[in-house]
C-alpha cells in the first residue's frame, strides 16, 4: 500500500542550528513533491515545490532535495530561529490520482 | 492573508443540527478543496472542484455535503453528524492548468468543529 513517512513527531534543536526534516514515501511516483509550514489553529502556508527531474531546490533560508530512488525528499533549514519553530508537511502528487497525498508532519521546535 | 477565507473560524453543533461552513477565494483559482484535519492524523481530502464541477469524492459520508455555486465560493452543509467528525475542516484552492501539474495549495484558517 502507499505510504508517506515524516521523521519524526518532533524535532527539538537550538536556534542557529539546521533543521533536517525528512519525508519517505513507498509505492508511489509522484510528479512532484511540495512543502507546507502549519502554524496552530492555522491552515498550511505553501513553501516549496520540488518536480521529479529535480534534485534540489533553494529559498533563503530553505533547501530541499529529491531523491526518487531512495524514494526520499529532505527539507532544510540552516541558521534556525525561534520563529521557524511550526509544523512541517511534505505532500506527493501522484499524476495518476491527480491529487496530494500528505504526511503526518513533524513539529520542529527551535529553542533559543 | 493567503486570500483563502473561511467563515465561522470555530463551530459547535449537536449531532442533530444542520450548519454549513463557507470558504472564499480571492485568487482567481479554477479549483477548491475540502479538507479534514484530525488530531495526530494526516490531511484527509475530501472534496474537489474544477470549474464549478466535482471531481473527487473520496468515500466522504452523505452527511457532508459540499456545494461549489461559482469558482469563488465553496460551502460544505453538515447534518446529523457524529462526535467523531469533530476536526478541523480546511479549504484550499489552486490554479489547474492544463496538462501542467501544479496544484500549489492555498489553504484557509480552517474552522475548528464540535460535535456533541
Known amino acids: 500500500s502507499q505510504k508517506i513517512e515524516q521523521n519524526s513527531e518532533a524535532l527539538n534543536i537550538q536556534e542557529g542550528k539546521t533543521a533536517t526534516l525528512t519525508c519517505n514515501y513507498t509505492?508511489?511516483?509522484?510528479?512532484?513533491l511540495q512543502w507546507y509550514r502549519q502554524d496552530p489553529g492555522r491552515g498550511p502556508v505553501f513553501l516549496l515545490l520540488i518536480r521529479e527531474n529535480e534534485k534540489e531546490k533553494r529559498k533563503e533560508r530553505l533547501k530541499v532535495t529529491f531523491d526518487t530512488t531512495l524514494k526520499q525528499s529532505l527539507f532544510h533549514i540552516t541558521a534556525s530561529q525561534p520563529a521557524d519553530s511550526a509544523t512541517y508537511l511534505c505532500?506527493?502528487?501522484?499524476?495518476?490520482?491527480?491529487?496530494?497525498?500528505f504526511g503526518d508532519g513533524t513539529t520542529l521546535t527551535v529553542k533559543p | 492573508e493567503t486570500g483563502v477565507t473561511q467563515t465561522p473560524r470555530h463551530l459547535v453543533m449537536g449531532m442533530t443540527n444542520k450548519k454549513s461552513l463557507k470558504c472564499e477565494q480571492h485568487l482567481g483559482h479554477n479549483a477548491m478543496y475540502w479538507y479534514k484535519q484530525s488530531a495526530k492524523k494526516p490531511l484527509e481530502l475530501m472534496f474537489v472542484y474544477n470549474f464549478k464541477e466535482q471531481t473527487e469524492n473520496n468515500s466522504v459520508p452523505s452527511r457532508f455535503s459540499p456545494e461549489c455555486p461559482n469558482s469563488s465560493h465553496l460551502f460544505l452543509h453538515l447534518h446529523t453528524l457524529q462526535p467523531e467528525d469533530s476536526a478541523l475542516y480546511l479549504c484550499a484552492s489552486s490554479q489547474q492548468s492544463s496538462g501542467v501539474a501544479n496544484e500549489k495549495l492555498f489553504f484557509g484558517s480552517g474552522t475548528q468543529l464540535s460535535v456533541l
Open positions: 509505492n508511489y511516483s509522484p510528479a512532484y
Open positions: 505532500a506527493l502528487y501522484n499524476t495518476n490520482a491527480g491529487k496530494s497525498t
